[in-house]
């Protein structure tokens, strides 16, 4: 029994993240400022659902493109690419790979899903919500227990004031070991959620991904278009140490193609080379 350097390890591995509020967000009488002016009312066109081989693609895929001879040709279907663009589904987001713009805010609907709902709720992004009605309708109708959320939508502002806390009282190294500096927190993108079985077992605590709720998300969620971001053992290429809770909403084209591969990694799939620092 490990228990308690499991304990120590998870209390590292969180802070290391730049994924967790502090787990006791301190309340306040308003309501965040950040999501709330752009909630939209009306789920929005989302861009480019799909990968496009466009020319502002921007680093070296991993598989060799062969020569294309012609823009009609149909025989293999492009490399994934990993988009650049911080309103992709697919973006990228990482410790080498900044948003763009860095202070992108996406347009935002309220969590449908049991969530938490002191500190201004949980917000994501439309197809974000929909996407985890399913999940948590098939997670309750195969399990017997559903999915709560518990952090979402990360404003740039809210990012840079965490950050700068951790700055300030404990200089930038210790800082980039506990928080993600702003603008390369994947849950400033509106795509990323961090989970928990509704019977609250091991919240935010590597311990989720060995209750029945966290296997099964690590077991099922790629149906719905989501991936656990961070496995464990891989923070060599994410840049994270695991982090059973924290799933990024990538679409079912990428999900399913990668659960088909057994890839693990974003970085692996779009063949964007490791990120495990600032570089
Ligand atoms: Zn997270």
């Known amino acids: 029994m490990r228990r308690a350097s499991v304990v120590a390890a998870v209390t590292a591995a969180l802070v290391l993240t730049g994924c967790a509020e502090p787990a006791d967000p301190a309340p306040t009488a308003s309501a965040p400022a950040s999501p709330s002016a752009s909630v939209a009312a009306t789920p929005t066109p989302t861009p480019t659902p799909t990968p496009s081989p466009s020319p502002s693609v921007p680093s070296t895929p991993e598989p060799a493109p062969t020569v294309t001879p012609s823009p009609s040709a149909t025989q293999e279907p492009p490399p994934p690419q990993a988009d650049a663009s911080a309103s992709s589904l697919q973006v990228l987001v990482n410790k080498r790979r900044p948003l763009q713009p860095q202070d992108y805010v996406p347009e935002v609907v309220a969590v449908s899903i049991s969530r938490d709902v002191d500190g201004g709720g949980e917000w994501v ?27 979402s939508y990360r404003s740039f502002a809210r990012q840079t004031e965490l950050y700068n806390g951790y700055v300030a009282s404990s200089g930038q190294a210790a800082a980039d070991r506990t928080s993600a500096r702003p603008g390369h927190s994947e849950h400033q993108t509106g795509l990323a959620v961090d989970v928990v079985g509704t019977s609250g077992q091991c919240r935010l605590d590597v311990c989720f991904g060995g209750t029945a709720a966290g296997r099964w998300v690590a077991a099922e969620a790629w149906r719905f278009g989501f991936v656990v971001r961070y496995p464990d053992g891989l923070q060599g290429i994410t840049g994270y140490h695991y982090e059973p809770w ?22 692996e799939h779009f063949g964007a080379g490791s990120a495990p620092d600032y570089g």
């Open 125 to 151: 992004r439309p197809e974000v919500d929909a996407a985890l009605r399913e999940l948590d309708a098939a997670m309750r109708a195969e399990l017997g227990e559903g999915l709560h959320v518990f952090s």
């Open 246 to 267: 924290h799933l990024r909403y990538v679409g079912t084209d990428v999900s399913v193609a990668m659960h088909g591969q057994g890839t693990r990694t974003l970085e």
